[in-house]
T-cell receptor, first 113, second 115 residues
Framework: GEDVEQSLFLSVREGDSSVINCTYT??????LYWYKQEPGAGLQLLTY?????DMKQDQRLTVLLNKKDKHLSLRIADTQTGDSAIYFC?????????????FGTGTRLTIIP | EAEVAQSPRYKITEKSQAVAFWCDPI?????LYWYRQILGQGPELLVQ????????DSQLPKDRFSAERLKGVDSTLKIQPAELGDSAMYLC?????????????FGPGTRLLVL
């Protein structure tokens, strides 16, 4: 099948930058997303990028998109303990006339004090 | 702030029993989604509704799973009979624009454990 791939774990010291990587599969995806999931909770949309962009910045979050390599990354500046969570990237695919989200396996971000 | 509501939050059942989950989307959202999230994986779409109609149920195991949204508002997902492999988090999401994935808002989920 076609998978959206992420590394499973990332540990970062508090105050450092975190970089979470994702490789997606569908070159025709129009949007790519980053979601955050805290323990026992649903998914919270953090940010998204349109496929014709290569970078988007939103406060401490920076998204980089390399469309040629189908590589997406999320950089969190000045990582805080509240950033501990699982981060999912997702690509959108046209399906039955709608946008269908396909999620990666998630990266668990652990903050080291 | 409006939220997607789900109940129950946790459910423990024995295999072969029937279980049902409920979702109340954000008011005015015509599109409703049910996802299944197996531990250690990302969510996978089970079924999508537009109002009361099913738009996509290609990944729904129809021999045991059913979903309905009779009045186009709240929705119920049922599993009968439950199997051990159904243990997962079941997430509901709603949207006011199915063409824009960023408009999907997720509920807190129902965590199902089948013994």
């Amino acid at each position: 099948g076609e998978d959206v791939e992420q590394s499973l774990f990332l540990s970062v010291r508090e105050g450092d930058s975190s970089v979470i990587n994702c490789t997606y599969t569908d070159s025709s995806s129009t949007y790519l997303y980053w979601y955050k999931q805290e323990p026992g909770a649903g998914l919270q949309l953090l940010t998204y990028i349109f496929s014709n962009m290569d970078m988007k910045q939103d406060q401490r979050l920076t998204v980089l998109l390399n469309k040629k390599d189908k590589h997406l990354s999320l950089r969190i500046a000045d990582t805080q303990t509240g950033d501990s969570a699982i981060y999912f990237c997702a690509e959108s695919r046209a399906s039955f006339g709608n946008e269908k989200l396909t999620f990666g396996t998630g990266t668990r971000l652990t903050i080291i004090p | 702030e409006a939220e997607v509501a789900q109940s129950p939050r946790y459910k423990i059942t024995e295999k072969s029993q029937a279980v049902a989950f409920w979702c109340d989307p954000i008011s005015g959202h015509a599109t409703l989604y049910w996802y299944r999230q197996i531990l250690g994986q990302g969510p996978e779409l089970l079924v999508q509704f537009q109002d009361e109609s099913v738009v996509d149920d290609s990944q729904l195991p129809k021999d045991r799973f059913s979903a309905e949204r009779l009045k186009g508002v709240d929705s119920t997902l049922k599993i009968q009979p439950a199997e051990l492999g159904d243990s997962a988090m079941y997430l509901c999401a709603s949207s006011d624009d199915p063409l824009r994935g960023e408009t999907q808002y997720f509920g807190p989920g129902t965590r199902l454990l089948v013994l």
